[in-house]
């Protein structure tokens, strides 16, 4: 299945032109699709619901939008109230089905200067033909290396409690006449993730190695509960792999911030991962990534 994350900075490239359209044409055609900087009811934007217009532009796909923050964008309008939110956060496509999702919101830390906003981590099940497998569309603080950290200590403990927690409800229902499942089975809420997004962090981070571990004996090594990087797995990154480019200091630096993380137990199904660096429909290149979510899980190791 191919796989594409794009922090699309709502809608403007890097020609400074705002073109919602071409954000849309640069991801279309993938099987899962995790977007960041996606929102609603701004006036740099038009006030433009994005997720909806994304949804009319990708039409074949299952979506779920997850605001990191939300705020009263409402008017009056003719003697009523016509009720708007004014969002910000992260978005998920995709061709199959999504489940269930939820969303975290993340720890923040408030600043004096400059701004900080909050972040967010959009989780959503899939059951792909290899079996289930929760992906989520992330975005970290773009602050400071500590703020990160916190962030992704968060979502490792909510990653190692999946099994054990269970999905959006578990057990059998003890009163089937008020239906609360819906004759649905108990959903699935497996170990088998992958963590895709704007993680504002470059390989070799203190960050970076709380996602992976720090370079273990074995350098092919990939723990069940953990995560690796699909780049490292899949292919050989080339010396010039990148996913930013931004002038500091004077100087145009290029940077790796956009990552796909995988549970250990995909970390030999990943068969590659590039950046579309020529692409200008965002300030970030989209990352795309093959990996085999067809062959079905081996029975008690990897969709656990």
């Given amino acids: 299945m191919k796989l594409v994350s794009y922090n ?7 020609d400074d032109r705002y073109d919602l359209a071409r954000a849309a044409r640069v991801v279309a055609g993938a099987d899962i699709i995790a977007l960041q900087e996606v929102e609603r ?3 740099r934007s038009n006030e433009d619901d994005q997720p909806e217009i994304l949804s009319r532009l990708l039409p074949e796909y299952y979506w779920v939008y997850g ?4 705020m009263d964008a409402s008017e009056r309008r003719d003697g009523r109230i016509v009720n708007r939110r004014r969002q910000f956060g992260t978005m998920l496509l995709s061709k199959l089905p999504i489940a269930w999702s939820r969303l975290h919101t993340l720890p923040l830390r408030r600043t004096v200067r400059p701004l900080n906003t909050r972040n967010a981590a959009l989780e959503c099940m899939i059951r792909t033909p290899a079996g289930p497998v929760r992906v ?12 990160r950290l916190e962030q992704i200590d968060y979502l490792l403990a909510e990653h190692r409690r999946a099994p054990s927690d269970g999905g959006p409800w578990s057990g059998a229902d003890d009163e089937p006449e008020r239906n609360w499942s819906n004759g649905e089975p108990e959903p699935e809420n497996p170990l088998a993730a992958i963590w895709m997004g704007d993680f504002n962090m470059e390989p070799g981070s203190a960050e970076y190695r709380r996602v992976v571990g720090s370079t273990p004996y074995h350098r092919g090594a990939a723990y069940l509960g953990g995560f690796v990087d699909a780049a490292a797995v899949g292919s ?25 993380f995988v549970g250990g137990m995909l970390a030999g199904r990943v068969r590659s991962v590039s950046a579309d660096i020529d692409e200008i429909a965002s300030d970030h290149f989209p990352l795309r990534v093959d990996i085999d979510l067809e062959t079905p899980f081996a029975t008690g190791t990897e969709g656990a």
Avoid at 67 to 70: E, I, Y
Avoid at 238 to 260: E, N, P, Q, S, Y
């Fill in 67 to 70: 605001p990191a923050f939300d």
């Fill in 236 to 260: 050989e990154p080339t010396a010039d792999f990148h996913t930013h480019v931004k002038t500091i200091d004077g100087r145009l630096t290029k940077r790796r911030l956009d990552h796909c």
């Fill in 8 to 14: 699309i900075q709502y809608g403007f490239g890097g």
């Fill in 41 to 43: 009811h701004w006036q």
């Fill in 136 to 147: 989520l569309s992330l975005h970290l603080a773009h602050m400071a290396a500590e703020e």
